[in-house]
Nanobody, 123 residues
Framework: VQLQASGGGLVQAGDSLRLSCAAS????????MAWFRQGPGDEREFVAA????????SYADSVEGRFTISRDNAKKTVYLAMNSLKPEDTALYYC?????????????????WGQGTLVTVSS
């Protein structure tokens, strides 16, 4: 099992980034995919989750309307499009997977994790 996140970088406030996570999860077709983040000195927090077919999504209040999660089941890849980035979005972003249908927001509910990709937003 491997989740490979990429796409992070250093940007200015107001810019956009798109993160990708290529997953080799054996149960991809029935796995909820999610993004979490962890800022300096902070606990890991939920960002967004997407259901099996991509039609169900859930977002943290802090990113609602600015971030969009999506998945390409043919490529087994999940994306996080981030617009209007703010300095407080600076964090290490992780993709995660869990078997099952519910869009959980607790990190403890996710079985597989990627290594993280760093997003830094300067003011």
């Amino acid at each position: 099992v491997q989740l490979q996140a990429s796409g992070g970088g250093l940007v200015q406030a107001g810019d956009s980034l798109r993160l990708s996570c290529a997953a080799s999860v054996p149960t991809w077709s029935t796995s909820v995919m999610a993004w979490f983040r962890q800022g300096p000195g902070d606990e890991r927090e939920f960002v967004a989750a997407v259901g099996w077919k991509g039609e169900r999504t859930s977002y943290a209040d802090s990113v609602e309307g600015r971030f969009t999660i999506s998945r390409d089941n043919a490529k087994k890849t999940v994306y996080l499009a981030m617009n209007s980035l703010k300095p407080e979005d600076t964090a290490l972003y992780y993709c995660a997977a869990r078997q099952g249908g519910s869009l959980q927001i607790s990190a403890q509910r996710y079985t597989y994790w990627g290594q993280g990709t760093l997003v830094t937003v300067s003011s």
